[in-house]
């Protein structure tokens, strides 16, 4: 299995290295994820462990299935539940917890998260349109323009690009190097910005990708 790890994306700050030099790097409060369930591919056609991330104190907003849910597997109540596809042989049981100690400085690694919700957008603003000349009465100023041939199809094709909902997307930013690992604190500092708002859950995986690239 990847190096992989869930946590809540804090804020945006700055890095100082030895040489002195500045780094704008994104704070993640990255795990413990302790792990909660354990898939097989014998029982459930595949191999995964099903891990949490931060522990849900009020206890009285969890329904019966989900009460039980952890009973069974003898886990704390979590607040978030997610799974990690695991390569076949891999030994995990429940209570195992995966941290930020197996990431290190110089790490390339994959962050995903939900982007920030923007609600109804229109064309220059979620496509980046250049939108039409702004004097001389054109009266095209923002609007989208032609969306389709008139005589034939006589209708609207399918994908075409138009004003509607904006972010709140599953958003991936790939090879963001590992700049700072504070194990003791579980915070993971890396370069760069990372999707979502201060807050939000994200995914840190380790990039096959960039190692691939970055050697």
């Known amino acids: 299995m990847p190096k992989s790890i869930y946590g809540k994306k804090l ?16 704070a993640i409060q990255a795990g413990p994820c302790p792990v909660v369930q354990v898939k097989s591919k ?3 056609g595949y191999e995964a462990i099903q891990v949490g991330y931060e ?12 009460t039980g849910h952890f009973k069974k597997w003898g886990a704390e ?16 049981k429940s209570g195992d917890a995966l941290t930020v100690g197996q ?6 690694v994959d962050v995903t998260g939900t982007s920030k919700g923007k609600g109804f957008a229109g064309g220059m603003k979620r496509h980046g349109w250049r939108g039409g000349r702004g004097s001389h009465g054109s009266m095209f100023h923002r609007a ?8 034939y199809p006589s209708r609207v094709i399918k994908g075409m690009r138009m004003a509607g909902r904006m972010g709140n997307d599953q958003v991936t930013i790939q ?14 500092y ?12 994200v995914l840190v995986r380790e990039s096959i990708k960039a190692k691939k690239t970055k050697k």
């Open 11 to 26: 804020q945006m700050t700055k890095y100082f290295t030895e040489e002195g030099r500045e780094v704008s790097v994104t």
């Open 42 to 44: 014998d029982k459930d």
């Open 55 to 66: 522990p849900y104190t009020r206890k009285k907003g969890l329904n019966k299935p989900q």
């Open 77 to 92: 109540p979590m607040r978030y539940l997610r799974e990690i596809r695991t390569a076949e042989g891999e030994q995990f």
């Open 103 to 108: 990431f290190s400085a110089g790490d390339w």
């Open 144 to 151: 989208p323009g032609s969306i389709g041939a008139s005589s």
């Open 175 to 188: 090879g963001l190097r590992v700049v700072f690992v504070d194990a003791e604190n579980h915070m993971l």
């Open 190 to 201: 890396v370069k760069g910005s990372v999707p979502g708002a201060n807050g939000g859950l």
